[in-house]
């Protein structure tokens, strides 16, 4: 670039038809700009939604330069022969721009003819309407500015019907509508231009060592630029006014090195430009969060993350440019291995010795394929945890000079295990209470990943509770190191992921036999444990969490199993983990066999001593058992342990809601509209009580009929309430009759 620059000439669009350049030994004077057959059509004018982000930004900045700030649009490269013909190479977009926004500008401000003459010096060979347009466009129309100029340019008579038709001309028109608004208000356009207030830099194919045959080829492709390589421009641009030395090394890279790493994963059409933009957006996006913002509400268009982070407006430019060479290049610097071998060996789906149990594995291509779509329910097809993942990997890539592949696996491990467990903390909103953590949750991964120290001194990151957890495991790693891998597949248990409390550390034979316990059929695991006690864990006054019968349903379980900063009770997590570890305690190897056992011996034993607590329904009649979410519902707490209503949703009673007693007894008259609290006859409903079946008139809710269970002491039953009714239901259905 540095020698491109020596030769390359800075010209202005009124000032380089005056330019002599030096042609076979002889300075020739630039005659015309020809736009020859062989390029392809006009394109900023295109009504493309990538267009029209193009063509925004492009007026903008020229707008810009108009109003108080000269730039310079790049390089244009082009051929001149003898006559001083100039075809150009690369720039003919920009350069139709510039002759359109001259037009514009000596219309508007009736500007002598003889003073902009050159703009007949400029004009399209691509088809011969567009020839005749551009000539037409100089010396023929005269805008009123009263209305749309390309309605107005239509309705001229020298303007036939099908010129319409050509891409060129369309394209043109729409460019002159686009000027006109953005440079209606704008003042000395023209005296601006003559200034220099837009440049470019020109410079001849033969200075660049290219023959014609690469001309013919590389203009001979008749596809529109890309989002990829207009970005690509602006970067360059951008770059350059930062840091010039830096130019050609970052082009240098795109072109070669990064290129290659995309090219694996290029699509059908064997480019790489959505790959590359969106592994870009993931950058910046990162380059936010580190300096303490969120992309939420921000715009995701390319060349405003460009401008926002790279250019000259930032602060930090210079630090970002370094940033986004050094989150390629730790890709590009694998070695012999692949970004997509590298992952296969440091994470799997399932739990593999010295590896992380991940659900995507190849999470760098999860980035090239799906950063910044989002789902039809409105989630993110790369979600934020595996943004946080990703820049796990990243930093170590960029650290593995001070950290080893062994070490780095370890806290890799550690972090998983952390964003597993985390689903409420990751977030980057900062309407949420604890505003936007992802700031902080970066800055605590990258401190886990390069020194290998959980920082909980870190405010409003990580889910407390497991870093707790994640300082426990390492303080006990280090006395127990023979122990590790019997862990690490505890902790990639698709139930626990990651947090392990619900087992803890003292017993490691309890490990393999949770896997024993869970390849079991899980109804028959949820009755063992509620033969033991009631498990269940309160999430607030009303709402509890059991497992769930569902097999491989494992929401529930997941919940269960899983502690969380605010919604158990103190003491119930411990409940459940004593019952679970008693469960555990009863054998090496579970079976179906072996836990139908406990069940029916637990059964054998209520019915044996004529005592019915809440686990003996619970086992015996399947209605008690909730469904795929495991909640249960105690309207007046859980001291009147018979009044309870099983949900069907994650939170709160609806019409799928039920109470067990009575929808095993008489399903088919239990109401959806009182939430399954009542069986509706047609003259009297019934209702469970903790210590009895009530009978209500439902005209006006009096009492007519009683059912008292006999209890214990303890307020337990003594009576088989749901035989009692089975067996008195007759005498509710003839006062029912009877009313």
Known sequence: MNGELQTAKLHTFIDIF?????????????????????QRDYAQGRNEADVLRVRQRFLGALKKAIDSKNTTLDFVYGDIDENGRMTP????????????????????????????????????????????????????????????????????????????????????LVMLDAIHECFADVPNIWARLKEGAISFYFLLIKDMGLTDELYIKMNSRGKPLTQFEHLKAELERTIREIDKDLTESVMSKIDKEWTDLLWRYRSDDNIID???????????????YQSGGTPQGKSDDEFDLLNEYFSKESKDAG?????????????????????????????????????????????????????????????????????????????????????????????????????????????????????????AILQQVEKIIISGIVDTNIDKALNVIQLKEEIEKIDWLESNQDK????FELEDHELLQ??????????????????????????????????????????????????????RNITAWRNLFHKSQSNIKEGHFDKTKRILCELLSKTTIFTNDFLNNIVKDFVALCENQSTYPLQYYYIKYPHFRPGSYGKYYWAEGIDKIYELSVLLTKSQPSESSYQPFLKTIDDAHLSSEYRGKHIILENVYISCVNDAYVVFRNDNDEEVYR?????????????????????????????????
Not at 19 to 38: G, Q, R
Not at 119 to 143: D, G, I, W
Not at 389 to 418: C, G, M, P, S, W
Not at 484 to 487: C, N, S
Request: aromatic share 10%; hydrophobic share 35%; charged share 25%.
């Open 18 to 38: 005056s330019a002599e350049f030096p042609i076979e030994d002889e300075n020739v004077k630039l005659s015309e700009i020809v736009i020859p057959k062989i």
């Open 89 to 172: 190479l690369d720039g003919q977009q920009r350069l139709t721009t510039l002759f359109l926004l001259h037009v514009y500008a000596a219309k508007k401000e009736n500007v002598a003819s003889n003073e902009c003459e050159f703009l007949n010096k400029f004009t399209y060979e691509t088809r011969y309407s567009a020839t005749e347009f551009c000539s037409f466009l100089v010396n023929e129309y005269q805008p009123s500015f009263k209305k749309m100029l390309s309605q107005e340019i239509i309705d001229q008579s020298w303007f036939p019907l099908d010129w319409q038709k050509d891409p060129t001309i369309s394209s043109m």
């Open 274 to 288: 959505d790959e590359f933009l969106r592994y870009f957006h993931f950058i910046c996006d990162i380059i936010c």
């Open 319 to 439: 630090t970002n440019i370094q940033k986004l060479i050094a989150m390629f290049d730790c890709w590009c610097d694998l070695g012999d291995v692949s970004p997509s071998q590298f992952m296969e060996k440091i994470a799997s789906k399932d739990h593999e010795i010295g590896k992380v149990c991940l659900n995507t594995v190849d999470i760098f291509e999860d980035c090239l394929r799906n950063y910044g779509d989002v789902l039809g329910n409105g989630n993110r097809k790369f979600p934020l945890n595996s943004i946080v993942l990703l820049f796990a990997i990243v930093t170590y890539l960029q650290n593995k000079n001070f950290v080893t592949e062994e070490e780095f696996v370890r806290r890799f491990r550690i972090v998983n295990n952390l964003v597993q467990n985390s689903e409420d903390e990751i977030s980057d909103s900062e309407n949420r209470s604890s505003g936007n953590r992802m700031p």
């Open 484 to 487: 590790a891998e019997v862990l």
């Open 498 to 551: 990651g947090q392990i409390s619900i087992v803890g550390l003292n017993d490691t034979s309890l490990y393999p036999r949770f896997k024993s316990l869970f390849e079991c059929d899980w109804d028959l695991v949820d009755c063992a444990l509620m033969s033991i006690g009631l498990y269940a864990q309160s999430e607030n006054s009303k709402r509890y969490q059991l497992g769930s019968g569902s097999q």
């Open 707 to 739: 059912i008292e269970i006999a209890q214990n002491e303890k307020g337990i039953d003594t009576e088989n309430r749901l035989e009692k009714l089975k067996n008195l239901y007759n005498d509710i259905l003839t006062i029912n009759n009877n009313i």
